[in-house]
T-cell receptor, first 114, second 116 residues
Framework: NAGVTQTPKFQVLKTGQSMTLQCAQD?????MYWYRQDPGMGLRLIYY???????DKGEVPNGYNVSRLNKREFSLRLESAAPSQTSVYFC?????????????FGPGTRLTVL | DQQVKQNSPSLSVQEGRISILNCDYT??????FLWYKKYPAEGPTFLISISSIKDKNEDGRFTVFLNKSAKHLSLHIVPSQPGDSAVYFCAASDVRSGGGADGLTFGKGTHLIIQP
């Protein structure tokens, strides 16, 4: 059981380049999430997917798009990267209808935009 | 406007003593609260949680207390061990309206340092 996996672990982009962060979970969870963490800040929700085929904006969605490819996979795309998107990105998943919304996190992707 | 606040960026505690981490929230719709622990270069891991219908939840060395009238919760770690050195995040969820599938709202974290 790998839990939540993320690729890549590190990435450096130039301003204006695009990339997709990949996330997969093997816990058969319906809900998946993307967060970003900046220095001295807590995690902030970018997008979430309550179930396969649905996605919703979180607190900081601007500059990002997401795809819920299937139940296991939830990708985050930066179409035109900006230095303000330099951050650590975490993917998470949780059980459907979880009464307490315990989320399981991946190890993170550290992204630097020059 | 921060809805979940952890006002202490860091806390230093001697090994064997009690560590108390505090968290305040402003949104009265929050009905579930969680604590996460994070080591460097790793994702956060779930530690303990509490529903708004309770005022205390205990799991081994970890106890979370909730004071709804003050909109305040705290995490107690007794006794503190070197492996407890990490960043602790307080998080909150509005399960009733979000159905449990919405994201969590996190505080900025408190870096706990356990000194030998």
């Amino acid at each position: 059981n790998a839990g939540v996996t993320q690729t890549p672990k590190f990435q450096v982009l130039k301003t204006g380049q695009s990339m997709t962060l990949q996330c997969a979970q093997d816990m058969n969870h319906n809900s998946m999430y993307w967060y970003r963490q900046d220095p001295g800040m807590g995690l902030r929700l970018i997008y979430y997917s309550a179930s396969e085929g649905t996605t919703d904006k979180g607190e900081v969605p601007n500059g990002y798009n997401v795809s819920r490819l299937n139940k296991r996979e939830f990708s985050l795309r930066l179409e035109s990267a900006a230095p303000s998107q330099t951050s650590v990105y975490f993917c998470a998943s949780s059980e459907e209808g979880s009464s307490y919304n315990e989320q399981f996190f991946g190890p993170g992707t550290r992204l630097t935009v020059l | 406007d921060q809805q979940v606040k952890q006002n202490s960026p860091s806390l230093s505690v001697q090994e064997g003593r009690i560590s108390i981490l505090n968290c305040d929230y402003t949104n009265s719709m929050f009905d579930y609260f969680l604590w996460y622990k994070k080591y460097p270069a790793e994702g956060p891991t779930f530690l303990i949680s509490i529903s708004s219908i309770k005022d205390k939840n205990e799991d081994g060395r970890f106890t979370v207390f909730l004071n709804k009238s003050a909109k305040h919760l705290s995490l107690h770690i007794v006794p503190s061990q070197p492996g407890d050195s990490a960043v602790y995040f307080c998080a909150a969820s509005d399960v009733r309206s979000g159905g449990g599938a919405d994201g969590l709202t996190f505080g900025k974290g408190t870096h706990l340092i356990i000194q030998p």
